[in-house]
């Protein structure tokens, strides 16, 4: 990661993934948000604003409208670092390679950044080896899993000789998880964190510590907390289907948050997850 101190939007934060491959460190996530006008706007919104990072997953069904929301922003394809990921269904039936084709054409792309095996569902070891393939293929830059823990990782990394490039696990203030991300730091995996302000209908973003920081450099609860992840290092996915709000999730870089404040982010945790459990998932 660059000095901080010097950047100014979206696009120039950037991380070098263990393969070489350059990521925005700050990008847009689409979780929950519908096919169509919504998804569109948000997309083209963040692309507008500065953002070059885009992550989706084929079960969010809204492939689609991401593809067209980068053909309307203006951006070229190619400035822009496209996420999605390979579903449980398609892991359990061996289906990797189709469902990797079938997500390129809903986004109406012929590469992808970054493919991820969404959750640790049985079967996903061969999925593993059919991304390897896409990878080889370069038809992915870049390949990883999400919901992956630590043993998972391990057993990955014992019958597999091409490593992930990142795990995309739940992580936030009010869940910090830093067990998992210094493990997965630990096996030179970069980190991305989903639900990073809390996840839909949270109450992290009211916390009032959060708001006596902002309010100390003009910024707002969730910029702070965007800025936190920044400078933990890992790469960050704030969801936002507002406009104002995407942008203002981007305007992170004229401020910077010092020891304690970092420290005391850090002890919002409750050690209580959003989302599912990857050991007890049903899905
Ligand atoms: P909305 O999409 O209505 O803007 P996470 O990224 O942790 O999943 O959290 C996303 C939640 O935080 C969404 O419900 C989103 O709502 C809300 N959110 C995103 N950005 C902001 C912001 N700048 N201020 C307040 N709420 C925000």
């Not at 999925?127 to 870049?142: C, G």
């Not at 067990?179 to 630990?186: C, I, Q, T, W």
Request: net charge negative; proline share 4%; glycine share 8%.
């Amino acid at each position: 990661m660059q000095n901080m101190q010097e950047l100014r939007q979206a696009s120039d934060a950037t991380i070098t993934l263990n393969n070489g491959v350059t990521i925005p460190q700050l990008g847009l996530g689409v979780f929950q948000t519908p096919q169509g006008e919504e998804t569109i706007g948000a997309v083209r919104s963040a692309l507008q604003a500065g953002y070059r990072h885009i992550d989706t997953a084929m079960i969010y069904r809204n492939e689609e409208s991401v593809g067209e929301g980068i053909r309307q922003s203006g951006v070229d394809r190619r400035d822009v670092f496209l996420t999605t990921k390979l579903w449980n269904d398609d892991i359990r039936a061996g289906k990797a390679r189709e469902a990797c084709y079938r997500s390129m054409d809903r986004l109406g792309v012929d590469y992808l950044d970054l493919y991820l095996i969404h959750w640790p569902a049985d079967g996903w070891e061969q999925a593993w080896e059919q991304m390897v393939e896409l990878y080889r293929e370069r038809r992915v830059r870049a390949i990883g899993v999400s919901n992956f823990q630590q043993h998972h990782l391990e057993s990955l990394l014992a019958m597999s000789g091409t490593k992930p490039q990142v795990d995309q696990i739940e992580s936030s203030p009010q869940f910090v998880n830093q067990e998992l991300v210094d493990a997965v730091h630990a096996k030179r995996i970069d980190v991305e964190a989903y639900s990073p302000l809390g996840g839909t209908g949270g109450s992290l973003l009211s916390d009032p510590l959060l708001a006596r920081i902002g309010e100390q450099y003009g910024k707002s609860p969730a910029q702070v907390v965007i800025r936190w992840h920044l400078q933990r290092g890992v790469i960050v996915l704030p969801k936002s289907t507002h406009a104002e709000r995407i942008r203002q999730n981007s305007d992170v870089f004229d401020f910077a948050l010092d020891d304690a404040q970092m420290r005391a982010i850090a002890a919002l945790d409750t050690g209580h997850r959003n989302g599912a459990d990857p050991d007890h998932f049903d899905f």
